[in-house]
């Protein structure tokens, strides 16, 4: 692996802090262009993301998270939220039939979409937070997202104010097995 992209992998942190600064056109079309160079089921895409800069909208879809949420402020501080939806009943089906296990493959698809932002992002200089934790439903209603689609994460990006320390992480040995589990 090239020593830049896996300096970008172990030195990307979570940022909920932002500089009231702008982020550029051309800078957000470079992490829109990562997620559209997402790897995908069957290459089916199925991601869709609403780009909030409007704050009053950032208002409203701050209504949808809880005040415990340590991302909270994020949403409306950051210059542009992503709201990352997915197109339900695309990934994982073939024929209109699912085909895995784990039923509808939206959430690996837009887990990684969220990674490559979250990897882009940092290599231009930018923060970000994958929130998960808010009321997804809410959330889409003040978005408008229609039926047939969720609202899974929202990424609030911008420039970073503050950056924290890297956390602990398990050594390979605690998670890696060989040939069986």
């Given at each position: 692996?090239?020593?830049?992209?896996?300096?970008?992998?172990?030195e990307?942190?979570?940022?909920?802090n932002?500089?009231?600064k702008?982020?550029?056109?051309?800078?957000?079309q470079?992490i829109?262009?990562?997620?559209q160079?997402?790897?995908?089921?069957?290459?089916?895409?199925?991601w869709?993301?609403v780009?909030?800069?409007?704050q009053?909208?950032?208002?409203?879809?701050q209504e949808?998270v809880?005040?415990?949420?340590?991302s909270r402020?994020?949403?409306?501080?950051?210059?542009?939220?992503?709201?990352?939806?997915?197109r339900?009943?695309d990934?994982?089906?073939?024929?209109?039939?699912?085909?895995?296990?784990?039923?509808?493959?939206?959430?690996?698809?837009?887990?990684?979409?969220?990674?490559?932002?979250?990897?882009a992002a940092?290599?231009?200089?930018?923060?970000?937070?994958?929130?998960?934790?808010y009321?997804?439903?809410?959330a889409?209603?003040?978005?408008?997202?229609?039926?047939?689609?969720?609202?899974?994460?929202?990424?609030?990006l911008?420039y970073?104010?503050?950056v924290?320390?890297?956390?602990?992480?398990?050594?390979?040995?605690?998670?890696?097995?060989?040939?069986?589990?």
């Amino acid at each position: 692996m090239p020593n830049e992209v896996m300096n970008a992998i172990k030195e990307r942190r979570t940022v909920r802090n932002f500089e009231d600064k702008p982020v550029s056109d051309d800078v957000l079309q470079s992490i829109l262009e990562a997620v559209q160079w997402t790897p995908s089921w069957a290459n089916t895409q199925c991601w869709e993301v609403v780009v909030i800069k409007d704050q009053s909208v950032k208002e409203k879809v701050q209504e949808a998270v809880p005040k415990g949420n340590p991302s909270r402020k994020a949403v409306v501080e950051a210059p542009v939220v992503l709201a990352m939806c997915a197109r339900l009943k695309d990934a994982g089906y073939k024929k209109g039939e699912v085909t895995t296990k784990f039923g509808d493959w939206f959430m690996f698809d837009l887990g990684l979409a969220c990674q490559n932002v979250s990897l882009a992002a940092h290599s231009l200089g930018l923060g970000s937070v994958m929130m998960g934790l808010y009321d997804q439903d809410k959330a889409a209603q003040a978005l408008n997202i229609p039926e047939g689609y969720e609202q899974v994460v929202l990424m609030p990006l911008g420039y970073p104010s503050k950056v924290p320390s890297a956390p602990k992480r398990r050594a390979i040995e605690e998670f890696c097995r060989e040939n069986t589990f």
